[in-house]
């Protein structure tokens, strides 16, 4: 028994060590290859949830897609060293909800559900934004359709909107696809053969439920008739009870990597799912409205899943309607969303998802608005990698790749860089390529016969 409890520690060391060379986090595979052990995936599987169970690592994205990610200072060398300061600026309040969530779950205090948290919102007296926050954020998405009928501007971007938005509210969820292959996905069908279906279907739900949103703005509203479709087209062949399509939850449920438990009895859960429509519904500040209901809808969990993707598209229902620029979770990390939701979870403290929504909704504004285009700050990655991106989509153009070809180059050149930038560098090439015409394809040192022969190889193999 000694020799096997040896054993087992020098694997859970081995895969701890394996881990540190994975900053964005490994698949099961990756842990297995790095670490070398010689042990069936079953028992890899176990060592890997003793080691999350005692607050060594930490896991983002779900199933298939599942990744382990080693908590700094969990023996990857670096002894009592400080977290690496996050992607998005927090706030003092922020950096406090990070560091209470941020604890190992066996020593952050079971919850359960408190209605006082919806019950004392009052709409118009209380607020989740600053008055100046307000500003800030009207100032950035403000359109020149302001004054049209609603939904007009989002219908005029509709086509950027849903790439932009099906891509990153899945990769939120753990979603593999690329922003390219979301495009070829999208515009004709063609999905992955090296992912699974199930990631191909939420895409496609994503789709379906902004044009539901876009489309139909006069109906739409923070009521049960949009909710409750919201939901039954994101869960589209995704759940396997379909009457649980749009349906309220009726049982008990939890929430991976929290400590809190939501309601579990169906009346009271309709009663506040009510209560919160009712009151979201009544928010006269659109952003006050998109927040809200990211905040309030998750904390329900009035689903039996799916609930902050419904949450993510709903948000969105108040800028469409007063034509704002869209909220789409551009460049947002998985964790630091993932770690905001959690402090509204089991804190009811809304700074760190807060600092999160400031942040997203001025990286999507940049690309809707023109005027924050020109105000804007460079991206950093892109300015590190300018003369790779630039030699990349040379060789793409001056070589007619088509969609998959371009999406295997870029992978591979990806590869080469170090594993922190990959994700971010693919999403830039890709988002260049996409935004490459007639008026801007002289910066890559492109002739007109070259981008006039790509071009035509491009939309034949996006109608083929």
Known sequence: MKGTQKNIKQELEAIKTALVQFKDGASIEDVK?????DIELRSLQRRLEKLHEQGQITLSGKTRSTLYHLVRGSGDGEGKAQPEKPPVPLTAGGRKILAMVSRPKQQRSPVGYNRYFLQLYRPNN????????????AGMGKTARLDQPAGTYARE???????????????LEGNSYTLLDTERLISLGEADDSKSVAE?????????AIEFIVRAANGIGFNRYTILNLHALLSNNLLPDPAAWGRLRSFGTGIHQSVYTPLAIAPQIEEMFSLMLEKAEHIKDPFEQAFFIMVQLPYLQPFDNINKRVARLAANISLNRQNLAPLSFIDVPNDIYTQGMIGVYELNRVELLKDVFLWAYERSSLRYTSLRQSLGEPDPLRLKYREEIRVLITEIVSGSLSHKEASALIRAKAVQLPENDQPKFIGSVETELLALHEGNFA??????????????????????
């Open 200 to 208: 191909a279907q939420m895409i496609l739900n994503h789709k379906d």
């Open 443 to 464: 910066r890559y040192w492109i002739s007109p016969q070259e981008f006039r022969r790509w071009k035509e190889v491009w939309t034949k193999s996006k109608t083929h």
């Open 126 to 137: 209380d607020s989740y934004l600053t008055t100046e926050e307000k500003a800030r954020l």
């Open 33 to 37: 290859t790095i670490s070398r052990l």
């Open 157 to 171: 971007i509709l086509n950027r909107m849903l790439m932009d938005l099906s891509w990153n509210s899945s990769r």
